[in-house]
């Protein structure tokens, strides 16, 4: 089994649906993260947070809200998904006590509005 | 914005031949990092730079560090088909990884 596990892995939705993304994840880490890949742009950072109680916004916000449900569990939601919220989703974990270390990604989520 | 810059945006090469990929940064960093990414998978990490170093092997990858020029470069030797994918230079500051745009790297067999 993979140690972040993203769900659903593809999603087709409509412009003004909500919609959620699952990010578990079996490593035991206190950081987690969700990114946001488009073509030419490389991955740009949604959300992140250091424990259940921290939330923090990323670069690209606007839009998007998380919720860290467990050590093992975040979130992403799109509350009214539009058109250019079409790209590649994904979460990862980091599990360094001095925030320097690699960051561990799921396999992703493809996420197309209509 | 985008703290890292990789260039080429695309290298395409023959099996056998190294490949260099290079990362432009504008501010100070804890470390620099480098990830692959197969087509459409979620990144793997690579290899880890600290600030303080300046080159650093692991297997068939060699990286450098040059802080005075905020740039890094990845050098993958006797490169493989199986290398073909996009590589992502990411730096450490401020308790949070910035991704550059990558390159994406083809190995003709």
């Known amino acids: 089994d993979a140690d972040v596990t993203q769900t659903p892995r593809n999603r087709i939705t409509k412009t003004g649906k909500r919609i959620m993304l699952e990010c578990s994840q079996t490593k035991g880490h206190d950081r987690m993260y969700w990114y946001r890949q488009d073509p030419g742009l490389g991955l740009r950072l949604i959300y992140y947070s250091f424990d259940v109680k921290d939330i923090n916004k990323g670069e690209i916000s606007d839009g998007y809200s998380v919720s860290r449900q467990a050590q093992a569990k975040f979130s992403l939601s799109l509350e009214s998904a539009i058109p250019n919220q079409t790209a590649l989703y994904f979460c990862a974990t980091r599990g360094d006590i001095s925030n320097t270390g690699e960051l561990f990604f799921g396999e992703g989520s493809r996420l197309t509005v209509l | 914005s985008q703290q890292g810059e990789e260039d080429p945006q695309a290298l395409s090469i023959q099996e056998g031949e190294n490949a260099t990929m290079n990362c432009s940064y504008k501010?100070?960093?804890?470390?620099l990092q480098w990830y692959r990414q197969n087509s459409g998978r979620g990144l793997v990490h690579l290899i880890l730079?600290?600030?303080?170093?300046r080159e650093k092997h692991s297997g068939r990858l060699r990286v450098t560090l040059d802080t005075s020029k905020k740039s890094s470069s990845l050098l993958i030797t006797a490169s493989r088909a199986a290398d073909t994918a996009s590589y992502f230079c990411?730096?450490?500051?401020?308790?949070?990884?910035?991704f550059g745009s990558g390159t994406q790297l083809t190995v003709l067999p």
């Open positions: 501010t100070s960093i804890n470390n």
């Open positions: 730079i600290r600030s303080n170093e």
């Open positions: 990411a730096t450490d500051a401020k308790k949070q990884l910035t």
